[in-house]
């Protein structure tokens, strides 16, 4: 039990202090998640609505498709996108294995399935005679889409939490892409992971630390944006 007070009390010294090696992981996680979640908000979000609110041949095979990348691992992911990275692989001469952009694209295959999936449900659960009523307001197409994104923003904003609640947290893609190379391209997890290995408890607890807090914040600005909105 003295060695988790112990590392809980260092771990808040690390972060005091401003530790170089735990802030250069807390700042490479920031950036690679601001990647991937801006590149998954702004493609996943109108797809997901297309997929919700149109009807269209294939839409059910396509949700299928969807809801089945849900639950790929992301080690699964990590093994695609360092195939294709690689020098053999087909973009290997982009330069793009063990960098943040690299693992910001293993992170937005992550994520984009999670935003269009809850978008999706949150479209086809709106209010059927929204249109109806919208239609008969004399509203074009343009109002009548904005009117029911605007409808559905909580199920958005739930989609946008969960999505980056998985890309905080993933281990596999930033592990297999980026190296965990130390001062480049290790994230929080992979350095949670490392330094746990290698009995350093105490930087494990504070990046674990800071993991919550940024749970914290997100979580707390949703539910702000929600009592606004």
Do not use: C
């Not at 592990?175 to 350093?200: D, F, P, Q, S, Y």
């Not at 800071?210 to 944006?225: E, K, Q």
Request: no cysteine; aromatic share 8%.
């Amino acid at each position: 039990m003295d060695f988790i007070l112990t590392g809980f009390r260092m771990a808040i010294e690390l972060l005091l202090h401003g530790d170089a090696e735990t802030y250069s992981a807390i700042f490479a996680t920031v950036r690679v998640s601001s990647y991937s979640m801006t590149v998954s908000l702004l493609t996943g979000i109108p797809l997901g609505f297309v997929l919700g609110y149109f009807r269209f041949p294939g839409r059910k095979q396509v949700r299928v498709v969807v809801d089945t990348l849900l639950s790929l691992p992301t080690v699964f992911i990590g093994l695609v996108v360092y195939a294709f990275l690689s020098q053999r692989g087909p973009l290997g001469e982009w330069g793009l294995l063990f960098t943040l952009p690299g693992i910001a694209i293993g992170q937005t295959i992550l994520a984009l399935p999670v935003v269009m999936a809850l978008s999706a449900s949150a479209v086809e659960n709106m209010d059927r005679q929204l249109r109806v009523t919208l239609i008969s307001l004399g509203v074009n197409r343009r109002q009548l889409l904005l009117s029911s994104l605007w409808e559905v923003r909580h199920g958005v904003l739930a989609a946008a939490l969960t999505a980056y609640g998985r890309v905080m947290t993933e281990v596999g893609i930033s592990m297999m892409v980026g190296g965990n190379i130390k001062w480049h391209t290790r994230t929080m997890t992979t350095a949670i992971a490392l330094e746990t290995n290698k009995g350093l408890f105490a930087m494990g607890v504070a990046l674990g630390l800071v993991l919550l807090a940024i749970a914290f914040a997100v979580n707390l600005s949703v539910s702000f944006l929600r009592k606004r909105v």
